[in-house]
C-alpha cells in the first residue's frame, strides 16, 4: 500500500481564468474536491440542483452563496455548511483580491 500526502494548499495556479475544480478522491458513496474561485460566480439565472448532500468548507477566502428558499450567506475561512440533495444554491461572488479555496465533500446515498 502506498500512502501519499500533498497539501491542500499546493499547485494554486498564478492564473485562474476559470473556477478549478479538482477530484481529490472519489469512492462509492463520497467525492471530495478542491474548489479555487477568485472573483468568481455561477452563470446568471444558474442554480445548482444536486442529486447529493454536500459538505462544504472555505478554507481560505470570502465568499457568498445564494439558496432558492432561504437568505444569502456570507463565508470566511473556516466556515462549514451542508448543502442537502437538491437545495437549490449559486455562488454570489468570491473574493477578487485573493484565491478562495474551497473543500467540498460530496455524500452520496449508500450504494450496495
Known amino acids: 500500500m502506498n500512502i501519499n500526502s500533498s497539501s491542500i494548499f499546493a499547485d494554486i495556479p498564478k492564473q485562474l481564468p476559470l473556477e478549478l475544480c479538482q477530484t481529490l478522491l472519489t469512492k462509492p ?18 442554480w445548482y440542483d444536486q442529486t ?26 473556516g466556515d462549514y455548511l451542508l448543502i442537502p440533495a437538491h437545495y437549490q444554491h449559486r455562488v454570489d461572488w468570491t473574493a477578487p ?8 465533500i460530496h455524500i452520496f446515498d449508500r450504494v450496495d
Open 97 to 104: 483580491d485573493v484565491e478562495t479555496i474551497w473543500l467540498a
Open 52 to 77: 447529493q448532500d454536500e459538505w462544504v468548507i472555505l478554507l481560505q477566502g470570502r465568499a457568498r452563496l445564494s439558496f432558492r428558499d432561504t437568505p444569502s450567506i456570507e463565508l470566511n475561512a
Open 29 to 46: 458513496n463520497v467525492r471530495i474536491e478542491r474548489i479555487i474561485s477568485k472573483g468568481h460566480s455561477s452563470a446568471d439565472g444558474f
